[in-house]
């Protein structure tokens, strides 16, 4: 399971809230160049990593699940990736990171 998305409330709370691994959120839109910039890196860490975390995809416009998820977690700009352990937001990383960054902000968790 390297990269899942994520589109319903009752898929949140199974794959992110209920994971025994850390999970990043990526928050994004299609319209938002730093989100697409973002994705293959994403991608990469995922099929890296996979195992150890997981990597789940939330488009904020795709649902009014997604827009809600994304309103409940305050996320007012994306990207926007949020990482999960134990169902609990341990850290934000708000706007285009490099891969070296994210990736080391997954390590601490393992």
Known sequence: MAEITITT????EEKVINSDQPV???????WCPPCRMMS????KIAEDMEGKVVIAKI???E?????EMAA?????GIPNMQIFKK???????VG?????FVRAELEKLL
Not at 9 to 12: G, I, L, Q, T
Not at 72 to 76: N, T
């Open 9 to 12: 409330k009752d898929e949140f």
């Open 24 to 30: 990043l959120v990526d928050f994004w839109a299609q």
């Open 40 to 43: 293959p890196v994403l991608a």
């Open 59 to 61: 488009n904020v416009e």
């Open 63 to 67: 649902s009014r699940d997604n827009a």
């Open 72 to 76: 409940k977690y305050g996320v007012q």
């Open 87 to 93: 169902g609990k937001v341990v850290q934000e990383l």
């Open 96 to 100: 285009l990171q490099s891969e070296q």
